[in-house]
């Protein structure tokens, strides 16, 4: 299921999270990367963090009025593997 986060401002840098507590169990997140697809590449990353349970990354730019994907893969210390897909507009605040 995609979740949506809020959306962001082109000429804003802010930071969204993707919370694993439901699926975690009594494990932690080991290791997570961060995929974006949309249909330009000028959405940016400026850094992620693994701050269990959740995840977080900051993002930059984006072009006016596009839509974006951010895809956030985790490995956890009982060695499962979890996707986690999340929506973001780029809009004038």
């Known amino acids: 299921m995609t979740k949506v986060w809020p959306s962001k401002d082109p000429d804003e840098r802010l930071d969204y999270t993707v919370d ?3 699926r975690l169990s009594s494990e932690t997140i080991t290791n997570s990367t961060w995929a974006i697809s949309g249909l330009d590449a000028v959405l940016t990353t ?3 963090a693994i701050e269990n349970p959740r995840t977080k990354i900051w993002l930059l730019a ?3 009025n596009k839509t974006y994907y951010v895809l956030n893969h985790i490995t956890t210390s009982g060695g499962r593997i979890m996707e986690q897909t999340v929506k973001i507009k780029i809009r004038a605040k």
Do not use: R
């Open 62 to 64: 984006g072009t006016l």
């Open 46 to 48: 400026d850094g992620d």
């Open 20 to 22: 694993w507590t439901d």
